[in-house]
């Protein structure tokens, strides 16, 4: 059988890995500013992860959501407390794009209502709802096109305010940091006005926080930054370091019904152990302020490089998510910076390179990613 052909691939074999690096199956060292697309939180291998998880495989790897399993409650606790959602419900699924279907459902159960706001450029995932309320048509199949989806210019408030006043809106969902769409910024007055316009119209605020959260702005979630608190949020990718694992915080305004969600393989032992140990490092090596402080220093550096190379058109993002903007296509730049420079980046668009680097990425990798990106550039 042949594999699906699905993904246009760089021509390399990664096979190990370690902090910010990863090595091919010839041995040479890469720099990964990728994170194998913003999920390496902790770093590739980190010895607590690779320990728990050891320890709990060989205990106990998998059993359903009809037992107690008390990994979900200490998980439930840590992340209420790590994130400031001490007051929340935490529901686990397993994926980025599978979170946001589950909070589009719990605000149609909750409203009887149908319609959702998104922002254009928005990018939520795969399946049924979410591909529909993804701004890209060449990913919705005409089965995912239920008319359900209203696409509305990020920090346009007004535009957001009047469609909510039909009142048929069961949700309007976010990214407080748009990831595929470009790294572009909410800004706090569309956030605060938004967040006022769903109560008043009683829709609900769902931020996706699965590429922008989990402490990659420097903050634990990118909508900190901008003074509100969305009913629901949904985080992904970084929760568990590569296992996949996705979940939903749930506002107290939520009351759980049984049966109404559920899933199999959703907050297995395995998965939760992995989340378990992915807090454990962000706590004790400070990763929330390490994105901060070594964010903040990258961006401040890209400008100073972007004013001596005029292709660089603007350095957007917060802590850990990075967008250099090109006037040229960035494809070159970023096979130049993997094949001549091994050096991992994301991309957006044609001419946005992303940076996603794991949340211990040091300011001296800062230096070196910065030595490397000016070679491909001269
Ligand atoms: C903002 C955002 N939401 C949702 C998803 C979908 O997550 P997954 O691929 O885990 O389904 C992604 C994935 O890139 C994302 O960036």
Not at 16 to 41: E, P, R, T
């Amino acid at each position: 059988m042949k594999l699906f052909d699905v993904y246009p691939l760089l021509d390399v074999t990664i096979t190990k890995g370690q902090g910010c690096y990863v090595w091919d199956s010839n041995g040479a060292q890469y720099l990964d500013l990728y994170g194998g697309h913003a999920v390496i939180s902790i770093g590739h291998s980190h010895p607590h992860y690779v320990e728990m998880m050891t320890l709990q495989l060989g205990e106990l790897g998998f059993y359903s959501n009809s037992v107690v399993n008390p990994l979900q409650r200490q998980l439930a606790e840590r992340l209420g407390k790590a994130s400031g959602y001490d007051d929340y419900q935490l529901f686990l699924i397993n994926s980025g794009a599978e979170a946001n279907e589950n909070c589009l459902k719990l605000a149609s159960f909750l409203t009887g209502r149908k319609r959702v706001l998104t922002a254009q450029k928005a990018f939520h995932g795969r399946t049924s709802l979410a591909v529909e309320v993804t701004d890209n048509p060449r990913i919705i199949a005409p089965v995912n096109a239920g008319g359900h989806a209203t696409y509305l210019p990020l920090n346009d408030v007004q535009a957001w305010e009047q469609e909510l006043a039909k009142g048929d809106v069961c949700a309007c969902i976010i990214e407080c940091i748009q990831g595929v769409g470009g790294v572009r910024l909410a800004t706090p007055e569309f956030a605060q006005g938004l967040e006022e316009a769903c109560r008043r119209h009683g829709a609900v605020l769902i931020c996706d926080e699965i590429q922008c959260g989990y402490g990659r702005s420097g903050k634990f979630f990118a909508h900190q930054y901008l003074g509100i608190r969305p009913d629901l949020i949904s985080v992904a990718k970084g929760i568990a370091n590569g296992f996949p694992m996705g979940a939903v915080l749930i506002s107290p305004r939520f009351e759980p019904v049984y049966g109404q969600l559920g899933t199999t393989f959703g907050g297995n032992h395995l998965a939760c152990t992995a989340a378990l140990a992915v807090l454990d490092v962000m706590e004790e090596e400070h990763l929330v302020e390490n994105a901060h402080a070594v964010g903040n220093y990258l961006i401040q550096e890209l400008r100073k490089l972007a004013a001596r190379h005029e292709v660089i058109t603007e350095v957007r993002g917060r802590g850990l998510m990075i967008g250099i903007e090109f006037s040229v296509p960035v494809k070159p730049i970023r096979e130049a910076l993997v094949y001549q420079e091994h050096c991992f980046t994301g991309s957006s668009g044609a001419n946005t390179l992303r940076l996603l680097p794991p949340l211990c990425f040091s300011t001296e990798q800062a230096d070196e990613f910065l030595k490397k990106l000016e070679k491909v550039l001269v």
